[in-house]
């Protein structure tokens, strides 16, 4: 695993703890909500989002722990995590879609989720096969 790798985990699993924080203590100015945020429908779709988001941090952090105890446990949970990060990412901007609901601030952040996985998807499988889980050896990164 890499230090950009381990920045972006860190950065995105933080962050989801972050936003849902957040979001329960109502800091987000009203000019940032998303169009309809007071529809009830659209509340119980993003906070249906909440077991998904935990989740993606949980085994993201949990594979940061095991990566920096060298146990090979850290691939697997770190694989679970950027693939749920990439499909949180893509529902959201689906949904965004159908709507035709384009507002930049909502897109980046989601595309971003969507996207950055896909980069080091192909190193961690590689990386999870080796047994020496420190190691910077044969993962480019």
Request: with cysteine.
């Amino acid at each position: 695993m890499g230090k950009t790798l381990k920045g972006l985990m860190w950065f995105t699993d933080i962050g989801f703890v972050l936003y849902w924080a957040v979001t329960f203590s109502g800091l987000i100015p009203e000019s940032y909500l998303y169009l309809d945020y007071r529809n009830e429908l659209l509340v119980a779709w993003n906070l249906s989002f909440i077991p998904l988001d935990l989740i993606i941090s949980a085994t993201g952090l949990l594979s940061l722990h095991y990566y920096h105890r060298r146990n090979p446990l850290w691939s697997s949970l770190c694989m679970t995590s950027l693939l749920l990060t990439s499909c949180s990412g893509l529902q959201a901007i689906a949904f965004w879609v159908i709507r035709r609901d384009f507002d930049i601030m909502w897109w980046i952040p989601n595309l971003f989720l969507l996207l950055y996985p896909l980069f080091f998807l192909g190193n961690v499988m590689k990386g999870g096969r080796t047994s020496d889980a420190g190691s910077n050896r044969g993962r480019g990164h």
